[in-house]
T-cell receptor
Framework: SAVISQKPSRDICQRGTSLTIQCQVDSQVTMMFWYRQQPGQSLTLIATANQGSEATYESGFVIDKFPISRPNLTFSTLTVSNMSPEDSSIYLC????????????FGAGTRLSVL | KQEVTQIPAALSVPEGENLVLNCSFTDSAIYNLQWFRQDPGKGLTSLLL?????REQTSGRLNASLDKSSGRSTLYIAASQPGDSATYLC??????????FGDGTTLTVKP
């Protein structure tokens, strides 16, 4: 298993502002991902966070809206920029280790409400 | 493009029943399949992972099977308990490393 700390756990933000979500893991990981879960829906992959280089974004997600950093093998941030009510979702950090059968582990998530 | 479907969307059973949750996928070129549970407003907890070369995995009262040729996986829960009430998600990982999630089955176990 793994200890994955995600902060903040929840926030209420005003339209047009930005929020940065942090994901900290207690050991070096191979892969880090960011997902979005809109109300009543399943998970959608936003991007793969790459250590020391630009993240790999999925179709429909762009760097200007969701900038991601991964400065080392244990930490990543996701910023939700210029927020609108449609960004209200749970944002989840996920990690994998290649030497642990690529089992995916998730943080507790950040519940974001945009007014 | 991989599509993952979970049936039923919701299930309500009395305590003690054995039950089966279904997950189907359209592309059999998978790397692994993982079952999760999610409690309301929470993150995901990993239950079982089945590698592409495996046919089943067991953990306690849970048993997951995989049939790649038919594009199906099942999660069997024995002797269900109220604490099993949650949403169960299956995720199919592709050879490219990405996972596609189903919409989940919301299970309610009544005392």
């Amino acid at each position: 298993s793994a200890v994955i700390s995600q902060k903040p756990s929840r926030d209420i933000c005003q339209r047009g502002t930005s929020l940065t979500i942090q994901c900290q893991v207690d050991s070096q990981v191979t892969m880090m991902f960011w997902y979005r879960q809109q109300p009543g829906q399943s998970l959608t992959l936003i991007a793969t966070a790459n250590q020391g280089s630009e993240a790999t974004y999925e179709s429909g997600f762009v760097i200007d809206k969701f900038p991601i950093s991964r400065p080392n093998l244990t930490f990543s941030t996701l910023t939700v920029s210029n927020m609108s009510p449609e960004d209200s979702s749970i944002y989840l950090c996920s990690v994998e280790w290649a030497d642990r059968a690529n089992i995916q582990y998730f943080g507790a998530g950040t519940r974001l409400s945009v007014l | 493009k991989q599509e993952v479907t979970q049936i039923p969307a919701a299930l309500s059973v009395p305590e003690g029943e054995n039950l089966v949750l279904n997950c189907s996928f359209t592309d059999s070129a998978i790397y692994n399949l993982q079952w999760f549970r999610q409690d309301p407003g929470k993150g995901l907890t990993s239950l079982l992972l089945i590698q592409s070369s495996q046919r089943e995995q067991t953990s306690g009262r849970l048993n997951a099977s995989l049939d790649k040729s038919s594009g199906r996986s099942t999660l069997y829960i024995a002797a269900s308990q109220p604490g099993d009430s949650a949403t169960y998600l299956c995720a199919v990982k592709h050879n490219a490393g990405k996972s596609t999630f189903g919409d989940g089955t919301t299970l309610t176990v009544k005392p």
